[in-house]
Nanobody, 122 residues
Framework: QVQLVESGGGLVQAGGSLRLSCAASGRTFSSYGMAWLRQAPGKEREFVAAISRGGGATYYADSVKGRFTISRDNAKNTVYLQMNSLKPEDTAVYYC???????????????WGQGTQVTVSS
């Protein structure tokens, strides 16, 4: 069993930055590919970024490529999402998710966090 807890969301002006963290419980964090997804009001949840188990491979949605960076620290059981040059359209609840098999660019995911709100004002 893995529990995921996101933090770091908040209100930021357009052009600003935020860093999200997702802390995982359990001793098997490095066994999971990790992903960040987001859901804006009235929209479906969408993929944002993913990282392989060892951190050597990363994947991004076209909408965030060049602005967001996903990373992980397996010693700290934590995955991060550095978000720069934020836009109002990045406003959403951001979720981290863990996937035990395969690349974490798509579901199904095995575990989800509760989400953290990111609001970007214009």
């Amino acid at each position: 069993q893995v529990q995921l807890v996101e933090s770091g969301g908040g209100l930021v002006q357009a052009g600003g930055s935020l860093r999200l963290s997702c802390a995982a419980s359990g001793r098997t964090f490095s066994s999971y590919g990790m992903a960040w997804l987001r859901q804006a009001p009235g929209k479906e949840r969408e993929f944002v970024a993913a990282i392989s188990r060892g951190g050597g491979a990363t994947y991004y949605a076209d909408s965030v490529k060049g602005r967001f960076t996903i990373s992980r620290d397996n010693a700290k059981n934590t995955v991060y999402l550095q978000m720069n040059s934020l836009k109002p359209e990045d406003t959403a609840v951001y979720y981290c998710a863990a996937k035990g098999y395969g690349i974490a660019t798509a579901g199904p995911y095995d575990y989800w966090g509760q989400g953290t709100q990111v609001t970007v004002s214009s």
